[in-house]
């Protein structure tokens, strides 16, 4: 067994979004940090509006007008994309890495068939060698049949509304997988989807990591999907990354005030046990703000969540990371022997 760490396929450091409007400039990603390898599924959790899908949109350079890159880097296989030009953009867009967008109807051309949508992919990135007919839709028909679509032959002929959701999403995947790329970006691909199918899906994605060493990011606001899916999970808020980790280590034993807020809000089997929404609302991310992002809403809060300095992710050894001030206290003081009595005065100081 080779004790050498996976390589590293993707590092995202200090990214930043906005989008200007007429009452200022949204900060929808304020300074994400996520490193991803070859071979790991990290889940990027979050409740909706809280910078998930435009960090990896950003990844992507697909960025919506008006929204821009306004700060980080973007390393993908030891380069910065973020320089590349247009052109050179394109090139790695499907060849080195590709994204599943959450709506495969909107994504797919309504006016082309599979097969050409398919056969684009590949032509474009100068992967289509094939000079006779039959050796090319033998080509796109194995394809179609890696990701489970059955009767293949048929659907290379067949328009995407000829098509089911699942099955419109088995070809996205597919066009993705087109070029064996190294990074799959996933944004919520199983959002549309019944429970049956997005168990489907979420199955073809692992195969494809497992057989392929391929690294995914997959977008997702449904804990029990990234429970199962992922290696690694990052909780977004406002814009940040407030905890990452090992899954079952993150879920199990939430570090977070957020993360354990999100975990309490999953309704139970057991009547007796009420749920316990998140108090308060998702700050403006219009302007600059200094501090905590959670601190209105947090049961924990001190004065010292509002220092600007002491806001960073911070390692807490295991492979873990969290952006409180707590924790900051007290891995700050590890080997003191004084641990317990600053969690006392951190609670004593509650606002």
């Known amino acids: 067994m080779s004790l050498l760490k996976p390589r590293e396929v993707l590092r995202i450091t200090g ?9 200022g400039i949204v900060r929808a990603v304020r300074g994400v940090d996520l490193t991803v390898h070859e ?19 950003a990844t992507m350079r697909l960025l919506p007008y008006p929204g821009r890159i306004a700060g980080g880097r973007v390393i993908l296989n030891g380069q910065d994309i973020l320089s590349l030009s247009d052109a050179d953009m ?17 994504t ?19 992967k289509w060698n094939y000079r006779d007919r039959k050796s090319g839709r033998e080509a796109l028909a194995a394809l179609l049949a890696e990701v489970g679509i059955p009767s293949p032959e ?12 699942g099955m419109q999403q088995r070809v996205m995947i597919a066009i993705a997988l087109a070029c064996r790329p190294a990074l799959i970006l996933a944004d919520e691909p199983t959002t549309a989807l019944d429970v049956t199918i997005e168990a489907q899906i979420l199955d073809l994605l692992r195969k494809i990591n497992k057989e392929n060493g391929t690294a995914i990011v997959l977008v997702t606001h449904n ?17 940040q990354i407030v905890e990452e980790g090992p899954v079952r280590e993150v879920l199990s034993a939430p570090l977070h ?14 009547k007796s046990i009420r749920l316990n929404p998140i108090p308060g609302h998702v700050p403006d991310l219009i302007g600059q703000k200094t501090g905590c992002s959670f601190y209105g809403r947090c049961e924990h809060k001190t004065r010292g969540c509002l220092d600007p300095n002491r806001q960073e992710l911070l390692p807490v050894g295991g492979g873990r990371g969290v952006r409180c001030w707590r924790w900051t206290s007290v891995v700050a003081r590890e080997g003191t022997g004084e641990e317990e009595e600053q969690e ?7 606002d």
Not at 90 to 106: A, I
Not at 154 to 161: L, M
Not at 257 to 270: H, R, S, V
């Open 15 to 23: 990214l930043r979004v906005h989008y200007p409007t007429d009452k």
């Open 39 to 57: 071979g790991e599924i990290v889940g990027l959790v979050g409740e909706s509006g809280c910078g998930k899908s435009a960090t990896l949109l």
């Open 90 to 106: 394109r090139s790695l867009r499907g060849s080195v890495m590709s994204m599943v967008f959450q709506d495969p109807m909107s």
């Open 108 to 126: 797919l051309n309504p006016a082309h068939k599979i097969g050409a949508q398919i056969k684009e992919a590949l032509a474009v990135h100068g």
């Open 154 to 165: 048929t659907v290379i002929d067949q328009y995407p509304h000829q098509l089911s959701g």
């Open 223 to 239: 804990l029990a999907v990234a429970s199962q899916f992922c290696h690694r999970i990052a909780v977004m808020y406002a814009g």
């Open 257 to 270: 005030p957020y993360t354990q807020g999100l975990l309490e809000c999953i309704p139970k089997f057991d």
């Open 344 to 350: 006392l005065a951190v609670d004593s100081d509650r």
